[in-house]
């Protein structure tokens, strides 16, 4: 049995393929012959980078979603003049083609790492768009995910955004890394494609081409040659179609919130198409994204109306921008900040750039005003009671009447009765409150065991919150990716959570494990996870008291 982390629950079982061969590093010395055309070697590579960029845009316009984001930023990664003209420099002083496009690429990366946050994310895209301008310029087969005719589980070191982008989920029915981490690309496709998938299983590189595995997605396993029983099991829970009746509750009928979180129209459809209550979490930075200005009041407020409109009556929290460390934005942060996670991020960039949040505000109340939707606006990142209140006064001022504030900053939770009273709800980041409780980056795969929503010491600040919430008669909901995991929804139900937001896709088996267990039991489960000593521990002690997730494959 292999041990990773679990990033995307459910569990599938198929011959493992391996991805091909990632493209060498050409040797250093690779340099063009004495008579060699130099035009013309310079003319081949602009051929093949638009041959890959012409590949790209096709599979963007084949995919879906996130994927599609996820094809269409690395077609312009392929599209962008830098690379193609610092390998043509190199070219014409006499470096072989193939070299040239690794050393130009290692150039643009270096400038991106330099900038940091998600610039610095971006170095993989490059990385991507250099293997693929040298496999075209070598005459070998593009690199990324083969195609198969039958059902198979994927296993490769790591896997480029390109990569998972263009999975088709009717054959790949599993992910496994030997690297990456719980918020790494791979994780994030895995969970809005509903592929179970498990992240540095380091091992799964040795596991033999064509081997049968079961792929544990929530226990995080991959298991080689797993036993004909299990094998039937797995596929007997898989072919039960789950549905959504659209209301979410305990067996005993205690109602917890099931909604969708959504990051733009395209998600806001899917998710009403999903039998989602409403929207939980709407991150409007998609509309600022790779921009060096903000955009108007009139754009955002038609983007904002196109979210709300496919949940008309329904409620929609929407959340203000969340700049910052993981979402740099050039005109709104700083990204040569020492320390992004802890610098001037969320709602902190209020102070420098207020008109930020007015105009967003402004927006919002557009877009809510032309809509039936019920609209709660919250803030992210929010750290003291004065924070909430002058957040609060601002959602007022603009004549939109639910303020909140995300639960995020271990102070917040700590001290939420205060918080609480300046606003009517609170949702609970857990991806972020795990981050800053346990003091380790979301982004570091290495630290993925201690970035792990079930640790303990982060439930405990969940539960904290709840009862503040319980006690002053505030709805507290959890819009962190723990809500989708089914098990952990469960634990947070017995801490006292009242909405559960997450990817549209685990609803329908967040929805059914709930209604398997009682109010009371939630509680006794969440007792389970808060005595363990650690976030294994705590997944495996709730896991082993919950049957029903092994009859429903998950
Ligand atoms: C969170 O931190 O849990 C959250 C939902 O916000 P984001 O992932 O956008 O930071
Ligand atoms: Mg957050």
Same mark, same amino acid.
């Given at each position: 049995?292999?041990?990773?982390?679990?990033?995307?629950?459910? +569990? *599938?079982?198929?011959?493992?393929?391996?991805?091909?061969?990632?493209?060498?590093?050409?040797?250093? /010395?690779?340099?063009?012959?004495?008579?060699?055309?130099?035009?013309? $070697?310079?003319?081949?590579?602009?051929?093949?980078?638009?041959?890959?960029?012409?590949?790209?845009?096709?599979?963007?316009?084949?995919?879906?979603?996130?994927?599609?984001?996820?094809?269409?930023?690395?077609?312009?990664?392929?599209?962008?003049?830098?690379?193609?003209?610092?390998?043509?420099?190199?070219?014409?002083?006499?470096?072989?083609?193939?070299?040239?496009?690794?050393?130009?690429?290692?150039?643009?990366?270096?400038?991106?790492?330099?900038?940091?946050?998600?610039?610095?994310?971006?170095?993989?895209?490059?990385? #991507?768009?250099?293997?693929?301008?040298?496999?075209?310029?070598? @005459?070998?087969?593009?690199?990324?995910?083969?195609?198969?005719?039958?059902?198979?589980?994927?296993?490769?070191?790591?896997?480029?955004?390109? /990569?998972?982008?263009?999975?088709?989920?009717?054959?790949?029915?599993?992910?496994?890394?030997?690297?990456?981490?719980?918020?790494?690309?791979?994780?994030?496709?895995?969970?809005? %494609?509903? %592929?179970?998938?498990?992240?540095?299983?380091?091992?799964?590189?040795?596991?033999?081409?064509?081997?049968?595995?079961?792929?544990?997605?929530?226990?995080?396993?991959?298991? =080689?040659?797993?036993?004909?029983?299990?094998?039937?099991?797995?596929?007997?829970?898989?072919?039960?179609?789950?549905?959504?009746? @659209?209301? !979410? +509750?305990?067996?005993?009928?205690?109602?917890?919130?099931?909604?969708?979180?959504? !990051?733009?129209?395209? !998600?806001?459809?899917?998710?009403?198409?999903?039998?989602?209550?409403?929207?939980?979490?709407?991150?409007?930075?998609?509309?600022?994204?790779?921009?060096?200005?903000?955009?108007?009041? #009139?754009?955002?407020?038609?983007?904002?109306?196109?979210?709300?409109?496919?949940? *008309?009556?329904?409620?929609?929290?929407?959340?203000?921008?969340?700049?910052?460390?993981?979402?740099?934005?050039?005109?709104?942060?700083?990204?040569?900040?020492?320390?992004?996670?802890?610098?001037?991020? !969320?709602?902190?960039?209020?102070?420098?750039?207020?008109?930020?949040?007015?105009?967003?505000?402004?927006?919002?109340?557009?877009?809510?005003?032309?809509?039936?939707? /019920?609209?709660?606006?919250?803030? =992210?990142?929010?750290?003291?009671?004065?924070?909430?209140?002058?957040?609060?006064?601002?959602?007022?001022?603009?004549?939109?009447?639910?303020?909140?504030?995300?639960?995020?900053?271990?102070?917040?939770?700590?001290?939420?009765? %205060?918080?609480?009273?300046?606003?009517?709800?609170?949702?609970?980041?857990?991806?972020? %409150?795990?981050?800053?409780?346990?003091?380790?980056?979301?982004?570091?795969?290495?630290? *993925? $065991?201690?970035?792990?929503?079930?640790?303990?010491?982060?439930?405990?600040?969940?539960?904290?919150?709840?009862?503040?919430? $319980?006690?002053? /008669?505030?709805?507290?909901?959890?819009?962190?990716?723990?809500?989708?995991?089914?098990?952990?929804?469960?634990?947070?139900?017995?801490?006292?959570?009242?909405?559960?937001?997450?990817?549209? +896709?685990?609803?329908?088996?967040?929805?059914?494990?709930?209604?398997?267990?009682?109010?009371?039991?939630? @509680?006794?489960?969440?007792?389970?996870?808060?005595?363990?000593?650690?976030?294994?521990?705590?997944?495996?002690?709730?896991?082993?008291?919950?049957?029903?997730? $092994?009859?429903?494959?998950?």
């Amino acid at each position: 049995m292999i041990n990773g982390i679990g990033v995307s629950p459910g +569990r *599938a079982v198929a011959p493992l393929v391996h991805m091909p061969e990632p493209v060498t590093e050409p040797p250093p /010395d690779a340099e063009l012959p004495a008579d060699a055309d130099r035009e013309h $070697e310079s003319a081949r590579i602009a051929t093949a980078t638009e041959q890959v960029r012409q590949d790209l845009d096709a599979k963007a316009a084949r995919a879906h979603g996130d994927g599609q984001a996820v094809l269409e930023a690395t077609a312009l990664m392929a599209a962008d003049p830098t690379l193609l003209a610092a390998a043509q420099k190199r070219v014409a002083a006499g470096t072989a083609a193939t070299r040239a496009v690794w050393e130009a690429a290692e150039e643009v990366a270096a400038m991106l790492e330099s900038l940091g946050g998600y610039m610095a994310e971006r170095v993989r895209d490059v990385a #991507d768009v250099r293997d693929r301008i040298i496999a075209q310029l070598s @005459g070998l087969p593009a690199p990324g995910v083969p195609v198969r005719s039958e059902s198979f589980v994927l296993a490769a070191r790591d896997l480029a955004p390109a /990569d998972t982008a263009t999975l088709d989920p009717a054959t790949c029915v599993a992910l496994v890394t030997a690297e990456g981490g719980p918020t790494s690309h791979t994780a994030i496709l895995a969970r809005s %494609l509903g %592929l179970p998938a498990v992240v540095a299983a380091s091992g799964v590189l040795d596991i033999a081409e064509s081997t049968v595995v079961l792929v544990d997605g929530a226990a995080g396993t991959v298991e =080689p040659d797993p036993p004909e029983q299990k094998v039937r099991q797995v596929q007997a829970a898989r072919q039960r179609q789950r549905h959504f009746d @659209g209301t !979410g +509750r305990t067996s005993d009928g205690h109602r917890v919130q099931l909604l969708a979180n959504v !990051g733009d129209p395209a !998600g806001a459809v899917a998710a009403a198409e999903a039998g989602a209550e409403g929207i939980g979490l709407f991150r409007t930075e998609f509309c600022f994204l790779g921009r060096t200005t903000e955009p108007d009041v #009139d754009h955002q407020a038609e983007q904002y109306a196109a979210v709300l409109e496919p949940f *008309a009556g329904r409620k929609v929290v929407v959340r203000t921008l969340d700049a910052g460390a993981d979402k740099p934005l050039p005109f709104l942060t700083d990204t040569s900040e020492a320390n992004p996670a802890l610098g001037v991020r !969320g709602y902190r960039t209020v102070v420098a750039h207020p008109e930020v949040l007015e105009h967003q505000l402004e927006a919002i109340a557009v877009a809510a005003g032309r809509s039936s939707a /019920d609209v709660w606006v919250m803030a =992210p990142m929010v750290a003291t009671p004065d924070e909430a209140e002058s957040f609060a006064a601002a959602v007022g001022r603009h004549g939109l009447d639910t303020p909140g504030i995300m639960v995020e900053v271990p102070a917040a939770a700590l001290r939420a009765e %205060l918080l609480m009273r300046h606003v009517s709800f609170v949702s609970i980041g857990t991806n972020d %409150l795990t981050q800053y409780t346990m003091a380790a980056d979301r982004l570091h795969g290495e630290l *993925a $065991e201690l970035n792990d929503p079930w640790q303990p010491a982060a439930l405990q600040l969940v539960g904290r919150t709840a009862e503040a919430g $319980e006690r002053h /008669d505030r709805p507290v909901g959890v819009c962190g990716e723990a809500a989708a995991d089914p098990a952990l929804a469960v634990v947070l139900v017995g801490l006292g959570v009242t909405s559960l937001s997450m990817t549209a +896709r685990a609803i329908p088996d967040v929805a059914e494990v709930l209604l398997s267990v009682s109010r009371e039991e939630c @509680g006794r489960l969440a007792e389970v996870a808060l005595e363990a000593a650690d976030a294994r521990a705590a997944r495996a002690e709730v896991r082993s008291q919950l049957p029903v997730l $092994e009859e429903l494959g998950l």
